[in-house]
């Protein structure tokens, strides 16, 4: 399997010294008891917010602990467009990344943004060599704001280094049983296949594969099908995926082990009950357990499916929680593991997604939320990611599946992803609402 290139552009090491009045006014926030912050931004991407540590105007040491870098990933196609290649009419040019700081708190009161700007900086970077090397584009002092006696001094690494992935592509909705093809540039190489089963019972097992051409809309016959409401009970189980190589091989699967049922006086599977699938992978002759997906549909005016990933390893006893957090139901968005802290993967604006990612830069022990478990856990670096449709989409592309090359070692590596993909795509049916219709062959199951 060949990978894509893709460029990670890491924004860290921060740092804020500035000279403080004696005798500051009474209204002032001290920035040794609050910590400042800035706004960067990169072109065609979403701006991201990082805290920024205070240190003395004396002082030249910059503070310890863990900070997360803020991380933009970027793919050939973006490199093309920000270093102007997207087309042959295009001049060549350097990309600027723009950053804001600001001393005080983050956040508005009455409307009126609570931190002060202390000025601008804008960085000219030179991408040219990252796709092969890592590159140090700044590291050190700048001074922010106007040139006077009292400049404040913002400190920063930037640094762009090659982030290789592999890129996979379901053909279809995974109910559908599709293909699921490696994508490289224009060209795709179908790799795995996919079947989706049910149980009608524990004894009879059923499984259902949809002809490819009615895959492109599958996620728009929630709306055409079904009953008005499912039966009294008002549960979805017994769903499952199994991931095939060419050869016809299982090598890895979603099985799910806790029905999605509506909690009581309601149609919505809530975060107090949520449904459960086990993410499988083959070893010593039987399916052994990797990860966890939990689902549920979040209240209030978001409207959101809330999950949470974590890692089963096979030495510790309780579970490392890869991801916790909110997709958009009506617009879908992108689930995002990656273990170096905060990243925006490509796009930019240009689709509607939720930027949902994985929090922090380290897992968290289901246990006690420490840091325990954190060599128990095998991945470093971005380790996955994945698109998921919503329910006011017409479902003509399936789940996009981006996996960080380090990653894997064996084609069951690369399928478990994947089947993390279809478990969490198949997560927006199962956590859709019991008032609504859901498609035909989905909604013969109850």
């Not at 999950?307 to 957090?325: N, Q």
Request: charged content about 20%; aromatic content about 8%.
């Amino acid at each position: 399997m060949d990978p894509c290139p893709f460029v990670r552009l890491s924004v860290g090491n921060f740092a804020l010294k500035f000279p403080v009045a004696a005798k500051p006014a009474l209204t002032a926030v001290h920035p040794s008891s609050s910590p400042c912050f800035c706004k960067i931004k990169l072109k065609s991407f979403p701006g991201q917010t990082a805290v920024v540590p205070y240190i003395p105007p004396e002082s030249n040491n910059l503070p310890e602990g863990n900070h997360p870098a803020i991380s933009f990933h970027l793919s050939k196609s973006d490199l093309d467009r920000l270093t102007g290649k997207s087309s042959l009419f295009s001049k060549a040019k350097k990309p600027q990344l723009k950053i804001s700081v600001y001393s005080g708190r983050r956040g508005s009161t009455c409307g009126v943004n609570s931190g002060r700007l202390l000025g601008k900086i804008s960085l000219e970077l030179d991408l040219a060599a990252a796709e092969t090397r890592a590159v140090i584009l700044c590291n050190g002092w700048i001074n922010v704001g106007k040139e006077t006696k009292n400049v404040a001094q913002f400190h920063l690494n930037v640094k762009a280094e090659p982030d290789p992935r592999f890129v996979f592509q379901f053909d279809g909705a995974p109910e559908c049983s599709p293909q699921v093809s490696l994508i490289r540039g224009n060209i795709r190489q179908p790799v795995f296949t996919c079947k989706f089963n049910f149980r009608t019972s524990d004894r009879n097992q059923r499984s259902r594969s949809l002809p490819l051409e009615h895959s492109s809309g599958a996620r728009g016959w929630l709306s055409s099908f079904g009953s008005e409401r499912e039966r009294p009970g008002k549960e979805r189980k017994g769903w499952s995926i199994t991931i095939h190589d060419l050869s016809g091989s299982p090598v890895a699967a979603a099985s799910m082990v806790t029905p999605f049922v509506a909690s009581p006086g309601s149609d919505r599977v809530s975060r107090s009950n949520p449904g459960c699938w086990l993410i499988l992978r083959p070893g010593d002759g039987t399916w052994k357990p990797w990860g966890r997906l939990e689902a549920w549909r979040e209240r209030g005016s978001a409207d959101g499916l809330g999950y949470r990933f974590e890692l089963i390893p096979d030495s510790a006893a309780t579970g490392i929680v890869l991801a916790d957090s909110t997709l958009s139901c009506s617009k879908g968005g992108k689930l995002v593991i990656d273990m170096n802290g905060n990243s925006n993967s490509g796009g930019g604006g240009a689709t509607p997604r939720s930027a949902a990612t994985s929090p922090g830069a380290s897992p968290r022990g289901s246990g006690d939320y420490g840091y325990g478990l954190w060599p128990y856990c095998m991945y470093r670096g971005f380790v996955m990611s994945t698109s998921v449709e919503g329910e006011g989409q017409n479902g003509k592309t399936g789940p996009m599946v981006e996996v960080g090359v380090q990653q894997v070692a064996c084609t069951e590596d690369a399928a478990t992803f994947v089947a993390l993909s279809a478990a969490l795509d198949l997560s927006m049916d199962a956590c859709r609402l019991f008032s609504h219709k859901l498609h035909q062959e989905v909604a013969c199951l109850f």
